[in-house]
């Protein structure tokens, strides 16, 4: 609930817990095991900022946060749950809800071109060791500096091909370029094709200006990324959000602190997005995760455990709820440990053993203080979500998406002069000039023979015979043979 200005997340017996809006942009941490409430937690959040006029964007990896488009109701379960937290004024309520869907089934498409995303993040969608995603690196360069442009998967795969058959060309100004390598990238590409990801790239591209949206009566909008399906590709699902990362931190202006974040944006299973992560990606994600602040973006990562996000990540993250960890292995009280370690402690309990013993709708919860500093951490009963909770009809969801003020503007692909028409033409154009070039040769020999001709010049006996032994030899006598008989011919001549 958004009270008084500030954002009321849960209550323990004598506080409340809120997360200042000035402080929201400082980035935070949802943790706990699967069914202890992270998704309630995320979805009372995402409420809140939407109703203090701060647009969300957050995945749906379940379906079941499509319900905040429709209206709530109090049922026993909640409010007992109001009862115990104290909470008379409760509406049960709708929120602005704009759905997206990279497929385009479940939401507004969204496109991205080639070029935009880039030979760093389409590495990590395909998969690429090093050294391919090296080469990918000079396929890319190879593209800019011929001006072919990369929109679509079929562009990517015709530059491709393009390279190959000009690597002598290239290698000297590029570095080495391996046909191992660009086979690989094909064969990842076509994998990727595959799981669908061919409608993600293309045109109109994305604009994420839209995810900033407000109603008419200023309340922010929540975009809900339908990744149900997407999700079954955990490496795309990753990709993709890193992908939308950085092309957030790219189109935001410096704005230094505000009263209140400009956008939250929830990272929902943020373990995928690090997983196998090369060093030289994460100094990448780090430095986002520095930086974007002073856009005026909050960034809060959803994962089952502290110790999913790196410590870089992790220390850049400030305001933090944690729910239950179930710890019954040597390894799984160590992440306990871990997680209480990162809290202030409390006198009145136990950090590492209340971690054990929350149930579902609890939480450790520490937000940060109106100086900026970690507060002492409480034990809490989470608020119960405004909104409807689960998912919601195929017949709802297309309601919300028919009467969005973006229907229409990204449901159409768009088609122009790219990578594949301009390979097409310079491979066109190189087949001309060789057929040219050949009628030029041709003309040449046919202009000599009819100029010897009309010299009346004729052969002598040893020409003839020269050539009719050189005929021969087309025909399979050795040059050392033929060389010999003729010398032999004309001796024999020159006696006669």
Not at 15 to 37: D, F, K, P, Q, V
Not at 99 to 110: K, V
Not at 182 to 204: N, T, W, Y
Not at 444 to 467: F, M, R, Y
């Amino acid at each position: 609930m958004f009270v008084n200005d500030k954002v009321l997340v849960g209550k323990s017996e004598t506080t409340e817990l809120n997360l200042l809006l000035s402080m929201a942009n400082r980035h935070g941490l949802i943790t706990g095991a699967s069914g202890s409430g992270k998704t309630i937690t995320l979805k009372v959040m995402a409420e809140s900022f939407s109703d203090a006029g701060v647009p969300v964007f957050l995945a749906d990896v379940k379906g079941d946060l499509a319900g905040t488009a429709l209206d709530g109701e109090i049922n026993e379960n909640i409010q007992q749950r109001l009862d115990k937290l104290g909470i008379t004024e409760f509406d049960a309520k709708s929120f602005p809800v704009c759905f997206w869907d990279l497929y385009g089934e479940g939401g507004h498409p969204i496109r991205a071109t080639v070029d935009s995303v880039g030979p760093d993040v389409l590495s990590m969608m395909l998969g690429l060791s090093e050294a391919q995603e090296g080469n990918l690196d000079i396929v890319f360069e190879v593209a800019k500096d011929e001006q072919l442009e990369l929109i679509d998967l079929a562009d990517l795969r015709n530059t491709l091909q393009y390279v190959s058959e000009n690597r002598a060309k290239y290698a000297a100004k590029y570095g080495n370029i391996t046909t191992q390598s660009l086979g690989v990238i094909q064969r990842s590409l076509l994998a990727l094709e595959k799981q669908g990801a061919d409608r993600f790239f293309g045109e109109p591209m994305l604009d994420v200006k839209d995810f900033f949206a407000h109603t008419t009566d200023q309340r922010g909008m929540i975009n809900i990324l339908h990744s149900v399906k997407l999700f079954e590709n955990p490496d795309l699902y990753a990709s993709f959000l890193l992908w939308l990362l950085n092309t957030l931190f790219a189109t935001s202006p410096e704005v230094g602190d505000l009263d209140k974040p400009k956008m939250v944006f929830f990272f929902d299973e943020a373990h995928l997005l690090f997983n196998g992560m090369p060093s030289y990606r994460l100094k990448r994600i780090v430095q986002v995760v520095k930086l974007i602040r002073s856009r005026g973006i909050g960034l809060y990562f959803i994962s089952q455990k502290p110790t999913d996000i790196p410590d870089e990540v992790l220390s850049q993250l400030s305001n933090r709820v944690q729910h239950s960890l179930r710890a019954y292995t040597p390894s799984e009280l160590k992440v306990v440990k871990v997680a209480a370690g990162t809290f202030r402690a409390n006198k009145a309990f136990d950090t590492e053993k209340a971690i054990s013993e929350l149930g579902t709708g609890e939480a450790l919860i520490s937000f940060l203080d109106e100086k900026g500093a970690p507060s002492i951490v409480e034990r809490a009963t989470i608020l119960p979500p405004q909104s409807c909770m689960g998912t919601i009809s195929e017949s709802s969801r297309q309601k919300v998406i028919n009467n969005s003020p973006l229907c229409g503007k990204y449901d159409e692909t768009t088609n122009r002069e790219t990578a594949t028409e301009k390979i097409a033409t310079i491979r066109e154009e190189a087949t001309q000039k060789a057929a040219e070039a050949k009628q030029v040769a041709e003309a040449e020999k046919a202009a000599k023979k009819q100029g010897s001709a009309k010299s009346g010049k004729s052969d002598s006996p040893a020409d003839l015979i020269t050539k009719t032994i050189g005929t021969g030899v087309q025909r399979g006598v050795t040059n050392a043979i033929s060389s010999t008989i003729s010398k032999i011919i004309r001796n024999l001549l020159k006696k006669k």
